[in-house]
Nanobody
C-alpha cells in the first residue's frame, strides 16, 4: 500500500505560480512511477504529467507543457509539480497518483494508477 498526501494548492492570480507537493508513505517510494492529474468541476479527470522512478523521464500533457514541471526527491518520498504562468482554465483539484511497483513508465490513463491522494484545490482568478 502507498498513501499519498498532496499540499500546496491555493488561490492565485492569472500568471502566478504554485508548487504542489505529494508525500508518499507506506512502502518504498522509488519503486513507483508517479503522476499528476487534475479534475475541474463537471469534467473528467485529466492527465497532467508523469515521472519515472529515478526521475529520468518526464512527460506532460500538451496543455501544460512549458508551464508545469514535475520532479521528485526520493530521499524525501516526495513528488512535486511546479505550476507557472497559471491560467483560469488551470483551476481544478490536483491529484497525485502512483502506479503499481511493476510499472516502468507512466501513462495518461487514470485507471492505470493504483494509488491516489485526496487532492489539493488550485483556483486561478482572472
Amino acid at each position: 500500500q502507498v498513501q499519498l498526501v498532496e499540499s500546496g494548492g491555493g488561490l492565485v492570480q492569472a500568471g502566478g505560480s504554485l508548487r504542489l507537493s505529494c508525500v508518499a508513505s507506506g512502502r518504498t517510494f522509488n519503486d513507483n512511477v508517479m503522476g499528476w492529474f487534475r479534475q475541474a468541476p463537471g469534467k473528467e479527470r485529466e492527465f497532467v504529467a508523469f515521472i519515472t522512478r529515478n526521475g529520468g523521464t518526464t512527460y506532460y500533457a500538451d496543455s501544460v507543457k512549458g508551464r508545469f514541471t514535475i520532479s521528485r526527491d526520493n530521499a524525501k518520498n516526495t513528488v512535486y509539480l511546479q505550476i507557472s504562468s497559471l491560467k483560469p482554465e488551470d483551476t481544478a483539484v490536483y491529484f497525485c497518483a502512483a502506479r503499481d511497483s511493476s510499472a516502468w513508465l507512466g501513462t495518461r490513463r487514470p485507471n492505470d494508477y493504483l494509488y491516489w491522494g485526496q487532492g489539493t484545490q488550485v483556483t486561478v482568478s482572472s
